[in-house]
């Protein structure tokens, strides 16, 4: 399911963050717990990942993860607003001291002018250190492609996150 590379990627992440003793929560929308799914397919992932949220629909934004409705209503579910509240809420909401959130438009359908598929947001949070966000617009490249490509995002980010 997952390529050599990313295999390759997550293997190193959870060797460094298991030295530094984290524990990560992921927050997911359009990857639809790929991430997760990527860190458990490594033996003693257990060691590293404390859970994992799937908060696809609006509705279990604001109940799993305490999105305020009006914010979603606002902003959009795919938004840099929403993309640092779901890190927040899944760092609240875990024994977690690191989260990543992933929400996004992975089509085919779903886009607008201002949002078109292939937009997604990304929100990596740490205990006592600001939120960082990451916007990228892969293209109308396919759901799938979409989809890996915003794992391998996320988790260059938590790499990033953990080595400096």
Aim: net charge negative; glycine share 10%; with cysteine.
């Amino acid at each position: 399911m997952f390529s050599d590379k990313l295999l390759n990627m997550a293997r190193l992440f959870l060797d460094d963050a298991q030295q530094r003793r984290l524990k990560v929560v992921t927050a997911e929308s359009c990857t639809g717990g790929l991430v997760a799914a990527l860190l458990v397919e490594i033996p003693g992932s257990s060691k590293v990942l404390e859970r994992g949220f799937v908060t696809y629909s609006n509705k279990a934004k604001e109940e799993v993860l305490g999105i305020p409705g009006d914010l979603i209503a606002d902003y959009g579910a795919v938004s840099e607003p929403i993309a640092r509240a779901m890190a927040e809420g899944a760092l609240e909401e875990s024994r977690a001291n690191m989260a990543i959130s992933i929400t996004g438009i992975a089509g085919p359908g779903g886009g607008t002018r201002l949002k078109p598929v292939g937009t997604v947001h990304f929100a990596l949070a740490r205990e006592n250190a600001p939120i960082r966000h990451r916007m990228e617009n892969f293209g109308d490249i396919g759901r799938s492609e979409i989809r890996m490509a915003s794992v391998e995002v996320a988790l260059q980010m938590m790499m990033e996150s953990v080595s400096g």
